[in-house]
């Protein structure tokens, strides 16, 4: 990997998500490029962008976006996610519980990394690491989850360095989504 590129970074609540919408998409698109060629609809932008907009309904508090720009003030990445409450649909679709009180919520225990991007031009720079630990730096739940692709080499390779272990396997309600491995990383702050 060569030395992270020089970024800032932006936090967006919900609101401020969805007044972006467009930076949103293009970093998507140029993200996703080879999967949304791919032709599967799970991976289309307008799937994408319909999954987006219910993440940022007012009825997901906690939301958080973080936007990396450049110098010259490009966005080149972003990645999201919200606290889950006890009314979260997240664990829907658990093949297994790894343990009793696994899916167990109360807004305090689990955030969920939902999304973690970069743009193609911009990756193996270390900018997708600096966005997850932007995003997590702080947080007062006990631990992150998140979703991974078994077949996303590059991904599920760059999780387990960060500290990601894989616990489950789930398959979100959303139409046509796949089958994921579901990652659990212990929180900083939990562990004080």
């Known amino acids: 990997m060569s ?11 919900a609101a401020g998500a969805r007044s972006i919408r467009e930076v949103v998409m293009a970093i998507q698109k140029d993200a996703y490029a080879d999967a949304i060629a791919s032709g599967d609809p ?3 932008t307008d799937a994408f962008m319909t999954r987006f907009e219910a993440y940022t309904q007012p009825t997901n508090p906690g939301f958080e ?6 110098s010259e003030d490009e966005p080149i990445g972003q990645t999201w996610g919200w606290p889950l409450g006890p009314e979260a649909r997240w664990w829907t679709g658990l093949q297994m519980e790894p343990e009793p009180e696994f899916t167990r919520e109360d807004g305090t225990r689990t955030f969920a990394l939902s999304e973690i991007m970069v743009c193609k031009a911009r990756t193996g720079h270390g ?3 600096a966005l997850h630990d932007e995003l997590l730096k702080g947080r007062r739940e006990k631990r992150a989850t998140l979703l991974a692709e078994p077949g996303n080499v590059t991904a599920y390779r760059a999780y387990t360095a960060w500290g990601w272990k894989h616990v489950a396997q789930l398959r979100p309600g959303w139409p046509n989504a796949p089958l994921f491995d579901v990652l659990i990383f212990p929180l900083p702050l939990a562990a004080r």
Do not use: G, K, M, N
């Open 3 to 13: 030395e992270i590129t020089p970024v800032t970074f932006r936090h967006y609540d």
């Open 42 to 44: 799970f991976d289309s």
């Open 65 to 70: 976006l973080v936007v990396a720009y450049t």
């Open 127 to 129: 900018i997708a690491h």
